[in-house]
């Protein structure tokens, strides 16, 4: 693994966000977390803690109108992020699976840091809002997430009757996945994880 620091500093703004994200990826899951929707902070909060991911997170979005594109390109900010500070993913694990329980919910996740984005998603949230946060706005932002960061990402929610417990189970589920997967191999030090010797595509 190559001893530089893996960390990224990305800016975004367009006419609906302004969003800034700077992260280490052998942080110690500290967290600065500054959206304007108090739930995704939580959520981001607990992805940084679990994931042990160092992470400041700013962002400014258009909130009079819904959550969606604050949301959506936090994820993609955060993505380029994690996809800048992997370099070209050399002595890495690549694969994370976790399975988290949180009282009666039990979410699955699985990251392949294969090049080759994908999302599939099987949650269903009881009820359409938590708090003010619309919860469809969860499989957008995990969307947005795993095409800007390159990695396939399956989310699997196994049971879960209530909606903060399953969005809660689902990003510390990713978070562990995450941490796995991007956690240096000293046993495939200075080896890119792929029989073709890229990862990209």
Known sequence: ????????????????????????????????????????????????RHSLLDMDVEAKGDLHIDFHHTTEDVGI?????VRRALGDKRGIRRYGHAVVPMDETLAEAAIDISGRPFLAWSVTFPRDKIGEMDTELFEEFFRAFAMNAGITLHVTQRAGTNAHHIAEGVFKAVARALRAAVEPDPRAAGVIPSTKGVLEG
Not at 1 to 22: F, G, H, L, N, Y
Not at 28 to 46: N, Y
């Open 77 to 81: 900010v955060l993505g380029q992020a």
């Open 1 to 48: 693994m190559d001893a530089k620091p893996r960390t990224a500093d990305i800016a975004r703004s367009t006419s609906e966000t302004e969003i800034r994200v700077s992260l280490d990826l052998d942080g110690t899951g500290k967290s600065r977390v500054g959206t304007g929707i108090g739930f995704l902070d939580h959520m981001l909060t607990a992805l940084a």
